[in-house]
């Protein structure tokens, strides 16, 4: 293009005679439009060079990234790979590991189940007995359920003469409704617990306070074995003198609070004990 336009340029100025001024003009102008023409294209080429050499550098930049990452990758697969060699026997202890936390989850479960079903059968004892006894036997006899055991607390004054053991005839209706209930609930164990206040005691046979209570326990063993039948295999009696007290001593109404005598209802031991046999066994190596 170039050299065209110099030929032009050549033949208007030999012909200087030959060409009227207005066609020297127009090939004037058209000289400065190829000019700008030919300067336009050179930018464009100028510009499509730098473009094609900045292509070409993320060209090169993203293949040697993609080379990285096939090492990186090439790096991970042999760390795998040794990995899985080296924890086949750690891969093992957690499966171990998984079957002893589901055996645990089914121990805890039936521990769980037990419990419920321990707690509901005391909230119904509770509730039938409460629900025997009239307004003076309420005022005497207190029934409560701690960590899954019943407690029935009787006053002295209902079931025994001062300073004795015998079970007067005034206890013998309030004794009988409690036997009813503890027959009703044949898997549970009763523990007859005698207590006394700080009083020092000594009479013919009854040497102190833990005589006295023991015997006042013993007294209530055996109403309940002959008289209402209950299995003496589920009794036991027990005294603790004036070592467990519930109030003051230093007070006459602490005092008549500490003499009583309480029936404990509790879940058969056996039971639980099965229970604990059937824990799951921990490997300890």
Not at 1 to 20: E, R, T
Not at 124 to 137: I, K
Request: net charge neutral; proline share 2%; hydrophobic share 35%.
């Amino acid at each position: 293009m170039k050299h065209y336009v110099i030929l032009l340029m050549a033949a208007a100025m030999a012909l200087p005679g030959c060409v009227s001024n207005k066609k020297y003009a127009a090939l004037q102008a058209e000289h400065r439009a190829l000019q700008q023409d030919y300067t336009t294209v050179q930018m464009n080429l100028a510009e499509s060079n730098a473009n094609g050499r900045s292509l070409q550098s993320m060209l090169d930049d993203a293949r040697r990234h993609n080379d990285e990452l096939k090492r990186n990758y090439a790096d991970l697969q042999k760390s795998l790979d040794n990995s899985i060699r080296q924890n086949t026997q750690g891969n093992v202890n957690i499966s171990k590991l998984v079957d002893e936390i589901n055996a645990s989850n089914r121990y805890i479960k039936q521990l769980v189940d037990a419990k419920s079903k321990s707690d509901s059968l005391n909230l119904a004892l509770t509730t039938r007995l409460t629900r025997s006894l009239d307004s003076s036997e309420a005022q005497e006899v207190n029934v409560k359920v701690l960590k899954g055991v019943v407690y029935i607390s009787l006053a002295d004054n209902m079931l025994f003469k001062s300073g004795s053991y015998e079970v007067n005839d005034r206890a013998m209706q309030t004794l009988g409704k409690i036997a009813k209930i503890i027959r009703d609930y044949g898997d549970y164990d009763v523990l007859v617990e005698g207590n006394t206040d700080d009083v020092p005691i000594n009479r013919t046979n009854i040497r102190n306070n833990w005589d006295l209570s023991a015997l006042r326990a013993s007294s209530i063993v055996q109403v309940l074995q002959n008289d209402f039948d209950i299995n003496p295999s589920r009794l036991s009696a027990a005294g603790r003198g004036e070592y467990n007290p519930i109030a003051d001593n230093t007070s006459d109404y602490g005092r008549q609070r500490n003499r009583r005598t309480e029936i404990i209802i509790t879940p058969k031991l056996d039971q639980f004990l099965d229970l604990i046999d059937k824990a799951p066994e921990t490997d300890s190596k």
